[in-house]
């Protein structure tokens, strides 16, 4: 039993159902603030590879828990269908912002930035997940 535990009594509401519900989320969300404090620059904090995401599918057991202090595998996106709406996004962004902004850049960036998180709500199409797809496809020089 943990010292908060033992300080304080147990509300009535505290049955074994809800205390095994509790047991299959507190490693996704003691993941989670490993990786907080990782990220924060704060003593203790571990590089686990754990975003939001993450943690709400191994807390709803959509994602298995990776054993203590290792790493989630790394986010691959490897299939087509995953790829096309960032690059096309990308590409369409080059044909009416190109003029104005021969290379990407910072203004660039958090302009196509604001618009993507206005109109694109999938946890897995996060703009710090797409925005390299994004840029790869703003980029794109086409052979003639």
Do not use: C
Not at 44 to 65: F, P, R, W, Y
Not at 96 to 106: L, Q, V
Request: hydrophobic content about 30%; glycine content about 6%.
């Amino acid at each position: 039993m943990n010292t908060m535990q033992n300080k304080t009594s147990q509300p009535h509401f505290y049955d074994e159902e809800s205390m095994g519900a509790w047991d299959r989320v507190k490693e996704a969300f003691r993941r989670d603030w490993e990786q907080t404090k990782h990220d924060l620059g704060l003593p203790g904090g571990h590089e686990l590879n754990q975003s939001v995401v993450d943690t709400v599918k191994q807390a709803t057991a959509a994602e298995s828990i990776p054993a203590d202090d290792r790493p989630n595998p790394p986010k691959v996106i490897g299939a087509w269908s995953e790829a096309e709406y960032p690059i096309g996004y990308g590409y369409a962004a080059r044909r009416k912002f190109g003029t104005a902004h021969p290379r990407w850049n910072e203004e660039l960036d958090k302009r196509l930035r604001a618009d993507w998180e206005a109109h694109t709500k999938r946890a897995e199409h996060e703009w710090d997940r797409v925005s390299r797809l994004v840029r790869f496809g703003y980029e794109h020089q086409p052979r003639h």
